[in-house]
Nanobody, 115 residues
Framework: VQLQASGGGLVQPGGSLRLACAASGSIFSINGMGWYRQAPGKQRELVASKTYSGSTNYADSVKGRFTISRDNAKNTVYLQMNSLKPEDTAVYYC??????????WGQGTLVTVSS
């Protein structure tokens, strides 16, 4: 599975960004799709994920602000990020979990929230 992420950038506090990640390759093997992030000096953490059947999981810090969606026909997962805060600044990684338990990672896209 190959992952191509897009949509990062610089945004002011309170602003919005939308990330997208398209999967290709062995797409039939994909169950979960989602996003992790890693801020400087911190461990990578789950932001949001969504299974093929539609179950979602969000980090407490983004609940009510971020929304994950998924287009299974296009093998694409999206992350709508609203009310962004400086602490949301990080490299965001697209993630895929296959039915067999294999993890795949995208190349990362930088989100910077700053005035």
């Amino acid at each position: 599975v190959q992952l191509q992420a897009s949509g990062g950038g610089l945004v002011q506090p309170g602003g919005s960004l939308r990330l997208a990640c398209a999967a290709s390759g062995s797409i039939f093997s994909i169950n979960g799709m989602g996003w992790y992030r890693q801020a400087p000096g911190k461990q990578r953490e789950l932001v949001a994920s969504k299974t093929y059947s539609g179950s979602t999981n969000y980090a407490d810090s983004v609940k009510g602000r971020f929304t994950i969606s998924r287009d299974n026909a296009k093998n694409t997962v999206y992350l709508q990020m609203n009310s962004l805060k400086p602490e949301d600044t990080a490299v965001y990684y697209c993630h895929v979990l296959t039915w067999s338990g294999t993890n795949y990672w995208g190349q990362g896209t930088l989100v910077t929230v700053s005035s």
